[in-house]
Each structure stands twice: as C-alpha cells, then as structure tokens.
DNA sequence: GTTTTTAAATTAAACGTTTGTTTAATTTTG
DNA sequence: CAAAATTAAACAAACGTTTAATTTAAAAAC
C-alpha cells in the first residue's frame, strides 16, 4: 500500500497519539487537529478509526523486520558476533521506534484486533525465523550450545528491552541521572542494555546447564 | 483502606475489564452491569472512573510486595537458591495476577496517571531493595560477583516473563500445545520460565564477564 | 419489644459532553 | 469539465457524572 503525503502525516499523527493516550484514549478529532485536517478525511482516506490503525500497524511493521541475510553468508564473522550485531540492531529499533512498540504491547494485552494479532504474529514469524537461521548455523559451527529454545531466547530479548523502556524514568531516577541530556541518557541505556543483553545471549548460547 | 463485599465485586469486576479492554475501552456501564450494580454506585463508593482504577490499584500493589525478610536470614540455604526461590514465587504472582500486570503494563505506557505512576515506583524500589539485600548478602559470602546492576537484572525478570505471559498464544501454538488443558500449558510454561531465568539469574550473579 | 428517627444504600432518569461516522455542499486539482 | 479533495454541519449513540426520590438497615427512643 502507498500513501499520500497527508496519508503518511495522519499516519504519524495517530502513532504518536496512540502510543500517548492508546487507542481508545484518542479521539479522531485529536487525531485531525494535531494532523492538521478536517475530521472527515480519516474515514474519506482509512475507512473508520480501526481501519487507521491497521494501516499504522501494517505500514510500520513492514519497516522493522530484523534482516538477517547478508549477515548469515558472511563466513568472516563468528556464529556469536553475527548475534551480538542482530541484538544491536534490534536494540537501535526499539529505541527509535519506541512509539510504535508501544502501541504494539497495548495492542497485545487487549488482544482483540484479529488483524493486528495476526500482523504481530507474521512478525514474531520472521524474527523467530531468522534468529533461528542464526543460531542453526552457530551449532552447525559448534560455536553454540544445542537444545536453545529459540522463543525463550526472544522473550528475554524483547522483554529485557521493551521493560528498560517502560521504566527508564526509575532507571534514570536510580542512577542519578535526571541532569544530563536526554540524547546523551538515550546513548548511555543503549549501551548499557547491549551490553547486558548480549551478556545473556553468550549464557544462552554457549553455557552447558 | 477496607472495602466492603459491593466494592471488592466492583473492584474485581474492574480489574477484569480494565485488563482485558483497557481503561478507556472499559465504560461504567460495562462495569456497573457485570458487577450487578446500579451504575451510580461506582461515583458513590469511588467517586470516579479514575479514583476507582486508583483504588484498584493500590489494593492489587499491595497484594504483590516480595517478601524476603525469612529467607535472608535462613542461613541453611545458599545465596543462589534464596534468589531462585525469589524468582519462583515472583513467576507465581505474575501468573496468578496477569490481569493487574496486564494493566500496569498498559499504565506503563500511558504513564498518565500520576497516582499510578507513583504506586508503580512505590512497587518498584520495593522490590529492588529486597533483591538488593539477597544480592548483597550473596556478595558477602563469596557466592556472587561484583558489580551487579540490580535493575538489569529486574528488567530481565519482568521483561522476560512479561514477555511470555503477552505471547503465551504464540509460545503455545508454535511448539504444538494447543491441544492440552489451559491449567497443564500454565503449569508447562511456569517451569520453563523457571528453569529459563534462574539459568540467566545463575549467569547474571556468578560469571565474570 | 415496638416504634420512631437517622443514616446509608440503591434506584431510574436526566445532565451536558464527547464519541465515530456520514452527509451534502464546496473547492481544488489534473 | 470530471474526479478527487476538503469542508462545516449534523447524526445518533455512548460517555462519565449527578440528581432527587425511594428503599433498606441500623440506632435511638419509648
């Protein structure tokens, strides 16, 4: 699906205000005003309300697919270097995509959108997929351990990050952090939590119980 | 503050319903209806929408504090299964209580409500202090490593069985479960996760980096 | 022990807003 | 000039809350 210029800005509109105020919590004429438009052309363009939030959820979950390719072939790297670089860039998506993946753990604890669930779903798909490839290729190399639950693995991946992002207020309140700019706090979480994660992965995938 | 039997039905009427279509997704009405009393209760005992999510929250916060005062000081058992004990009876409150985490989660992401937020905190420094004390006396002992980052370590237990209590659809029908009764798959899940996170905990508070 | 009094609980109805969506008319664009 | 885009206005429905009247329950008075 391509969208027009004021397509896109509803889009973007919407996101921001749906990771806000979530999706009940946001009115189309929030939505309109802040975009810039008359009300009516949310139903003129998407249809209804719901219809806009799937072509939101469609629109961005086609930008976060975790590529994997390029990386699997490239015999200079190690089994568990290629996952460090995947964490990583998940990592980088997550934090610039937070307004999307918020609305996306939302849209999980209602469960109610058949269209967004299937959508979460395909994409659960693809990246249990390609870390799959990932970690087959690892064994394969004897670099990793067998018997790795790949969704277990995920789960604390998204989980670890997705938690560091719903409490980085306490995080930054803990460590005494409230002073220094918000890029620079941004910067330093990234870090910390890479490290840390990839910490977890080199357990998961190469530590015997 | 005590309830009567009428305002812990509307309590748990709401918790569910809260849960399950969010806050703003959840109408008086809704709630008046399935809790089988007139709609006008709820300003009468609560006061509002609003003050009733606040009640129902700071009864359900203080349901769900770690204790962990008997175990630190139970010196018949070592650092490490005091911790994994900890980590057992955390992944039984969150699945016997998935619908309060389902809504501060939700909470989490709006991050509106100040009243909230602050019992979120509350909760939150609670439960790194207690964790703080086991590590701490882990350290004294020898038992753990240095440098733990508490709040990582946090992170990585509530994200991670967070994580699987908004994909248990997924976790299930991707390893061929969706035939076996709910309360055996719930069972199943507990005991992965708890073999999962005690692994990563074990890594988390023992191995050199 | 019965009656009276007082407070609490409960109700149906109404309140003014806000909701998502549609209409029909108008303007802009190619 | 036809198609697409945009508008203000209107729509019924649903929203959270309040009202004023009534019923129930408990306390006080006799």
Redesign the interface.
């Known amino acids: 699906m391509i969208y027009n210029d004021k397509q896109l800005q509803i889009i973007g509109t919407a996101e921001r205000l749906f ?7 946001t009115s189309v004429r929030d939505i309109a005003d802040e975009a810039g438009v008359n009300i009516a052309m949310i139903s003129y363009y998407f249809g209804s309300k719901e219809k806009l939030m799937e072509a939101l959820f469609s629109k961005r979950s086609s930008d976060i697919n975790l590529q994997v390719e390029t990386l699997l072939h490239n015999e200079e790297i190690a089994p568990l270097q290629k996952m460090e670089s995947l964490v990583d860039s998940y990592i980088d998506k997550v934090m610039q995509k937070q307004q999307f993946f ?1 609305i996306m ?2 849209e ?5 959108n058949p269209v967004i669930i299937s959508l979460i ?1 395909d994409l ?1 798909k693809k990246n ?1 997929e390609a870390i799959n490839k990932l970690i087959k290729d690892g064994q394969q190399k004897g670099a990793f351990k067998k018997n790795i ?1 790949v ?2 693995l995920i ?2 991946l ?7 992002m ?2 980085s ?3 930054k309140e ?2 005494g952090l409230q002073d220094i700019p918000e890029d620079q706090f941004f910067e330093q979480v990234k870090e ?2 890479s490290k ?1 994660v990839k ?2 992965f080199k ?2 995938l190469t ?1 015997e ?1």
């Open positions: 990771a806000n105020k979530g999706f009940d919590g918020k753990i939302c999980q604890v209602i469960n109610k779903h659960k249990t639950d969704l277990l789960n604390t998204i989980g670890s990050i997705t938690q560091m719903l409490t207020d306490y995080y803990y460590n910390k939590m840390h910490f977890l357990a998961l530590y119980v």
